[in-house]
Every structure is written in structure tokens, then in C-alpha cells.
């Protein structure tokens, strides 16, 4: 099992930016492909970004196209979510999620990812 920490969430205005972490730790030697999801008040967690184990490959929501990117850090076991423009739709707890069963793609399904970290909080106001 891969157990994941995210952190660099906060409080931001519209138009700023935020990177987020997630470090891995546990199962490291395994490889997996890492996704991010957010959840907000009321709503159903969604989609937000996926990226391969290489890192070459790398999928978008619509929502975010454009505006986040993900990359990852291998020999640093970390992943990161830069995110650009952001809106106040955009608050949210956002996740990082480990699936070891995907090498050189990545899903958007939550369902597919069975390590999760614990969520950090991401608010950003008008």
C-alpha cells in the first residue's frame, strides 16, 4: 500500500495560484499512476488531473485545462498540481490518489485509485 500526504493548499484570491504536493511514502518502490480529485460542499468528488508513471502522459478535466498542470518527481516520491487562474468554483478539498494497476496511462475514474491521502483545503475567494 501506498500511503500519500498531500499539502500546499490554502486560502487565495481569484486569479492566484497554488501548487499542491503529494508525497509518497509506504510501497514506494511500486509504480503507479497519480491522479487528483476534489470534492466540494455538497457535490460529488470529481476529476481533476492524472498523470502516467513516466510522466509522459497526462489527462485534463475540461474544467482545469489550460490552467493546472500535474507533474511528478519520481526519485523524490512526490506529485504536484500547479494551479493558474483560479477561480472560486475551483474551492474545494483536493485529493491525490495512487493506482498501481496503470503504468503508462492514467484514469479519471476514482473508483480505480486504491491509495488515497487525506485531502487538503483549497478556498479561494471572489
Known amino acids: 500500500q501506498v500511503q500519500l500526504v498531500e499539502s500546499g493548499g490554502g486560502l487565495v484570491q481569484a486569479g492566484g495560484s497554488l501548487r499542491l504536493s503529494c508525497a509518497a511514502s509506504?510501497?514506494?518502490?511500486?509504480?503507479?499512476?497519480m491522479g487528483w480529485f476534489r470534492q466540494a460542499p455538497g457535490k460529488e468528488r470529481e476529476f481533476v488531473a492524472a498523470?502516467?508513471?513516466?510522466?509522459?502522459?497526462?489527462y485534463y478535466a475540461d474544467s482545469v485545462k489550460g490552467r493546472f498542470t500535474i507533474s511528478r518527481d519520481n526519485a523524490k516520491n512526490t506529485g504536484y498540481l500547479q494551479m493558474n487562474s483560479l477561480k472560486p468554483e475551483d474551492t474545494a478539498v483536493y485529493y491525490c490518489?495512487?493506482?498501481?494497476?496503470?503504468?503508462?496511462?492514467?484514469?479519471?475514474?476514482?473508483?480505480?485509485?486504491?491509495?488515497w491521502g487525506q485531502g487538503t483545503q483549497v478556498t479561494v475567494s471572489s
Open positions: 490518489a495512487a493506482d498501481r494497476h496503470r503504468l503508462s496511462t492514467a484514469t479519471r475514474t476514482a473508483a480505480m485509485y486504491e491509495s
Open positions: 509506504g510501497r514506494t518502490s511500486s509504480s503507479f499512476a
Open positions: 498523470i502516467a508513471w513516466s510522466g509522459d502522459n497526462t
